[in-house]
């Protein structure tokens, strides 16, 4: 729902800086396991060679990126209206992400979230879906894995939702997957 330009902000601090995406990779997954404090944090930047402005620098910059993906916000709410569909949104966002629904007003369409700082699990990691499939059993008796779609823009978070057994689609803002999803969902293309 949330789209960003990560790929780009991280191939210039990785240039400049040399904050791989590896390395940027594992102090997300250290903040969003678990609530940190800032000194936390900043003990854990250090021991990687990094210094807190730097990463409040990136993090700055990568939040700014970020927008509102309008086109599947309304398909994604049409499908929930006209279809009766269930959404559960599933993010590693952690800490920021009442941040962003209330900017993105988004909170209208989800009927459930799965944050990864309230099960200490991060997308792609098994154990995340299966808990993440839970939650929406809970919303919709006799749920079968076939019947739940993921939409993702990571190829590593689609195989391993794909290996949990989902449909899952990698989102991409083309023509194409557009039409794929409406025809997926049921839904008859406004345009």
């Known amino acids: 729902m949330i789209l960003n330009k990560m790929r780009e902000i991280g191939q210039r601090y990785d240039q400049e800086h040399g904050l791989t995406r ?11 396991l678990e609530k940190r404090s800032d000194y936390d944090l900043e003990k854990f930047l250090i021991s990687k060679g990094l210094t807190i402005d730097l990463w409040k620098q990136f993090t700055g910059d990568f939040f700014n990126s970020e927008y509102k993906n309008q086109f599947l916000y309304d398909l994604l709410l049409k499908a929930k209206i006209e279809k009766g569909i269930k959404i559960l949104y599933t993010t590693n966002n952690s800490d920021g992400l009442n941040e962003l629904i209330k900017k993105y007003e988004i909170s209208n ?13 991060i997308k792609p990691d098994p154990v995340f879906w ?3 499939y839970e939650k929406a059993q809970g919303m919709i008796a006799n749920l079968s894995t ?9 190829d590593t978070n689609i195989e391993s939702a794909k290996n949990m057994g989902f449909s899952a689609i990698k989102y991409s803002a083309t023509e194409e997957v557009h039409t794929h999803l409406i025809e997926i969902l ?6």
Request: net charge negative.
């Open 22 to 32: 590896e390395l940027t990779k594992e102090i997300f997954a250290f903040i969003q």
């Open 109 to 121: 369409l989800a009927d459930a979230m799965v944050n990864s700082i309230d099960i200490s699990l």
């Open 130 to 132: 299966q808990k993440s």
């Open 146 to 154: 076939e019947e739940v779609l993921v939409i993702d823009d990571s």
């Open 186 to 191: 049921g839904l008859v293309s406004s345009g």
